[in-house]
């Protein structure tokens, strides 16, 4: 599966021919200025809760590609309100079967309120499956036991977790979540982009190294093939 880091918490993954990006904060990024958000494709844009660093670019995304939205109920009728009908709303526990494959909405710990002080509902993470393989991605959490199950269901090829600490998990508890959902390889996310959220990054990678977990850091813009 080939991914595409855009900085932060955004990422791009390529499923069966589809563009799926997550949480699109780009023009607000420092560290992303490179990438020209215009250049970016989405089939999808999921979102995993409604904090201005996970969706600040989702609606301009959105109305030049045509994407769907897939997020939870509250922060797609947000969207709708702005006049983006194309959604999909999920809610925790929740799953629905797509073109490319299969999206389930799953729990995070963290909180969620929209841009102009809607409601978000509760936020949460994404298990996808599909035939080109399966991955997690955590939104902004702290470790839960709930990432147990992930582990118990699914095969995953890489998960996306979020390791820069102060407003999330940080590095110890991403190698315990890594633990959790049975996956060693492992793309970082929501780190260094702001000053309480700098890590130092090869110290992290000889951290998930101890136990015999692969910690991927990329720069935004750069790919890999995952699985
Ligand atoms: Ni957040
Ligand atoms: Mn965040």
Redesign the pocket.
């Known amino acids: 599966m080939k991914v595409t880091y855009y900085g932060?918490?955004c990422f791009a993954a390529q499923v069966a021919n589809k563009t799926l990006l997550f949480d699109p904060f780009i023009t607000g990024n420092e560290l992303a200025k490179a990438i020209d958000v215009k250049t970016v494709h989405a089939d999808y844009i999921l979102i995993s809760h409604g904090?201005a660093?996970?969706m600040a670019d989702a609606a301009d995304i959105a109305k030049r590609t045509g994407a769907t939205i897939v997020s939870n109920y509250e922060i797609t009728e947000w969207f709708g309100k702005q006049g983006l009908q194309k959604t999909h709303p999920l809610n925790h526990g929740g799953g629905w079967q797509f073109d490319f494959g299969h999206v389930k909405f799953v729990n995070a710990i963290h909180s969620s309120s929209l841009p102009d002080g809607t409601y978000g509902g509760n936020p949460g993470g994404f298990v996808v499956e599909s035939a080109d393989g399966n991955f997690y991605y955590s939104g902004?959490t702290a470790l839960t036991m709930d990432m147990k199950l992930i582990g118990e269901s699914t095969r995953l090829t890489f998960a996306a977790l979020?390791i820069g600490d102060n407003?999330?998990m940080g590095i110890n508890d991403a190698v315990k979540a890594a633990e959790f959902v049975r996956c060693r390889e492992i793309l970082g996310l929501?780190y260094n982009t702001f000053p309480p959220i700098k890590i130092d990054g090869p110290a992290a990678i000889e951290k998930f190294k101890a136990a015999q977990q692969h910690l991927h850091l990329l720069l935004p813009g750069e790919s890999l093939n995952l699985g």
Do not use: A, K, N, R
């Open positions: 932060h918490s904090h660093d996970h902004d979020c407003f999330t929501h």
